[in-house]
């Protein structure tokens, strides 16, 4: 009879194994058999969890934008409730440590380049475009006209997206790539909230 919570712990046990060797090899190589080994179980434990490498890529995924939901929410707590600070939580919690270690950022690729074609990857992608532009939006309408609010939240998700996308193939210091990207988009943030027709007459 399993034991309690085992399930859990295999599930989290093979999903950092998959990050870790698509970190390594990429997703083509990452077959079954070489993240059960990296894992350290047999290949009947990965299929009988996730079925096969996509599922495991569904759940790398899933875990992943779990973590950036409570990034983007602890950010939000530890400021004040201001449409500006808020902002910033959000564009912090994107830039947050856990969505930059190295198999993470890989791992992000390769999620996007699959959901492309896999309709239940592309399903995922959906929802969190969705809830990025929404959680901007709904912060934007609070100094501005909804439908310069919505064309606020859209620039400042693009920024978002195009900023990571580069961070993550430059060769610099993630340390550096993280404080250029967040300037990035305050100054952005700022130009949005400077302007005339948030306050028309």
Same mark, same amino acid.
């Given at each position: 009879?399993?034991?309690?919570?085992?399930?859990?712990?295999?599930?989290?046990?093979?999903?950092?194994?998959? %990050?870790?060797?698509? +970190?390594?090899?990429?997703?083509?190589?990452?077959?079954?058999?070489?993240?059960?080994?990296?894992?350290?179980?047999?290949?009947?434990?990965?299929?009988?969890?996730?079925?096969?490498?996509?599922?495991?890529?569904?759940?790398?995924?899933?875990?992943?934008?779990?973590? %950036?939901?409570?990034?983007?929410?602890?950010?939000?707590?530890?400021?004040?409730?201001?449409?500006?600070?808020?902002?910033?939580?959000?564009?912090?919690? &994107?830039?947050?440590?856990?969505?930059?270690?190295?198999?993470?950022?890989?791992? !992000?690729?390769?999620? !996007?380049?699959?959901?492309?074609?896999?309709?239940?990857?592309?399903? %995922?992608?959906?929802? &969190?475009?969705?809830?990025?532009?929404? &959680?901007?939006?709904?912060?934007?309408?609070?100094?501005?006209?909804?439908?310069?609010?919505?064309?606020?939240?859209?620039?400042?998700?693009?920024?978002?997206?195009?900023?990571?996308?580069?961070? /993550?193939?430059?060769?610099?210091?993630?340390? +550096?790539?993280?404080?250029?990207?967040? /300037? %990035?988009?305050?100054?952005?943030?700022?130009?949005?909230?400077?302007?005339?027709?948030? &306050?028309?007459?």
């Amino acid at each position: 009879m399993p034991k309690v919570g085992m399930k859990a712990i295999r599930q989290a046990q093979l999903i950092k194994a998959t %990050l870790t060797v698509i +970190d390594r090899v990429g997703l083509a190589e990452a077959s079954i058999a070489v993240i059960a080994k990296e894992a350290g179980v047999s290949t009947g434990i990965v299929s009988h969890y996730f079925g096969d490498k996509n599922g495991l890529l569904d759940a790398c995924m899933r875990q992943i934008l779990a973590d %950036l939901y409570l990034a983007v929410e602890r950010q939000r707590r530890q400021v004040p409730d201001t449409p500006e600070a808020q902002i910033r939580a959000i564009i912090d919690g &994107n830039f947050d440590l856990s969505q930059v270690d190295a198999p993470v950022l890989k791992t !992000w690729l390769v999620f !996007w380049t699959n959901s492309l074609h896999q309709p239940r990857l592309q399903r %995922l992608q959906s929802i &969190n475009d969705r809830r990025l532009w929404s &959680n901007l939006t709904a912060q934007f309408a609070r100094a501005m006209p909804r439908g310069q609010a919505r064309a606020a939240g859209s620039s400042m998700a693009a920024i978002i997206d195009g900023l990571w996308l580069r961070m /993550t193939l430059s060769s610099e210091p993630i340390e +550096d790539g993280l404080r250029r990207a967040r /300037t %990035l988009c305050y100054q952005n943030l700022a130009l949005w909230l400077r302007s005339p027709e948030q &306050n028309p007459h």
